[in-house]
């Protein structure tokens, strides 16, 4: 299997499973290098694109309508030689065929194009590990693509973040409830779809049972079959 993406919920080491597969079968990790390819490329900060980062907080509807009619210039991002994205040899094609001028503002629209499109490119050529950003929306269906999902129990997930980042449960409480929020209301929002729905997952591990390191192995070994 070439490329395993690994939808998560916060507070269950997630992203630290989805590291330890990528290093043990030599894969790309595809993580926050999204949110910071993005930002070189729309000439904006980190924390900008973080803001729209699988977060659903509004309706896009109108974004939706720019993903499904590309000669709709795609927000106003910088559509020339910067649409490149050297390190992970990507070329985006909308940028040989329009130009748009210059800029140097992101919206949300701009934010789902760019992700969907680099996505949709490590679809295709890359050995990676695609962290979240509904990557197993974008590649639903295509060959030698395998979709993961890790949960673990509310109280299990409430207990790590309090541990994790040194506050107490109520606020460990307030932080995963948002962050389900969001997570629920971007897939919703952005593709139509409900982030807890089973035919969405080849494979799904519960960590109420299970290790994280477990989970590592679990994997590892659904991608070698």
Known sequence: MNVITVARQIGCRGDWIAEQVATKLGYDL?????????????????????????????????????????????????????AYAPEFGLEFSYAREHSVENTTYLDRGTYQLLITTLIQDFGQTGRAVIVGRASQIILSGRPNVGHVKIIAPLEQRVEYIAAHRSIDSTDARKIVEQHDNWRQAYLRNAHGVD???????????????????????????????
Not at 200 to 225: G, K, M, P
């Open 195 to 225: 982030w807890e729905d089973s035919l969405l997952y080849d494979l799904t591990i519960n960590l109420a049972n299970i290790s994280a390191e477990e989970s590592v192995d679990i994997i590892i070994n659904y991608a070698l079959e």
């Open 30 to 82: 595809v993580d926050k290098r999204l949110v910071e390819e993005i930002a070189k490329i729309t000439d904006t900060s980190i924390e900008e694109v973080e803001q729209y980062d699988e977060k659903g907080e509004r309706p896009i509807r109108y974004f939706l309508k720019r993903l499904l009619l590309p000669d709709i210039a795609p927000g106003t991002f910088p559509l020339s030689a910067s």
